[in-house]
């Protein structure tokens, strides 16, 4: 007898948090709502911009005549074509030093002031 006055407690607990929070939803401003809604109502529609046209994408035939391969890897090729080359930047050992230069980077570390 004990467990269903503990669910009828439950019940009646259950249909009070109910009607506390469906209270809640009682707005007294809703008037407010309701005049701007009937207000755009009533208002003429606004144009709506029609879309715009889509183009046709030309299509492109590969033709593998005189071409490499897209998915074959040239990485190798690469590293022998720029070792070859040489004409890339190299840096200015005759420019003057600046003074984080005197120092070894080991020796270096980032702080704040506290």
């Given at each position: 007898?004990?467990?269903?006055?503990?669910n009828?407690t439950?019940q009646?607990?259950?249909?009070?948090?109910?009607?506390?929070?469906?209270?809640?939803?009682?707005d007294?401003?809703i008037?407010?709502?309701?005049n701007?809604?009937?207000e755009k109502?009533?208002?003429?529609p606004e144009?709506?911009?029609?879309?715009p046209?889509?183009r046709?994408?030309?299509?492109?035939?590969?033709?593998?005549?005189?071409r490499?391969?897209?998915f074959?890897d040239?990485?190798?090729?690469?590293a022998?074509?720029?070792?070859?080359?040489?004409?890339?930047?190299?840096?200015?050992?005759?420019?003057?030093?600046e003074?984080?230069?005197?120092?070894?980077l080991?020796?270096?570390?980032?702080?704040?002031?506290?």
């Amino acid at each position: 007898m004990s467990m269903s006055i503990s669910n009828k407690t439950c019940q009646l607990l259950l249909s009070s948090l109910t009607i506390v929070f469906l209270s809640g939803c009682a707005d007294p401003k809703i008037g407010e709502l309701q005049n701007f809604v009937a207000e755009k109502k009533s208002a003429p529609p606004e144009r709506i911009e029609p879309l715009p046209e889509i183009r046709q994408i030309e299509t492109f035939l590969y033709d593998e005549a005189g071409r490499r391969n897209p998915f074959v890897d040239m990485s190798g090729e690469r590293a022998e074509t720029a070792s070859v080359a040489g004409s890339g930047l190299t840096p200015d050992y005759n420019r003057r030093k600046e003074e984080l230069e005197g120092y070894p980077l080991d020796s270096l570390s980032v702080w704040s002031a506290r």
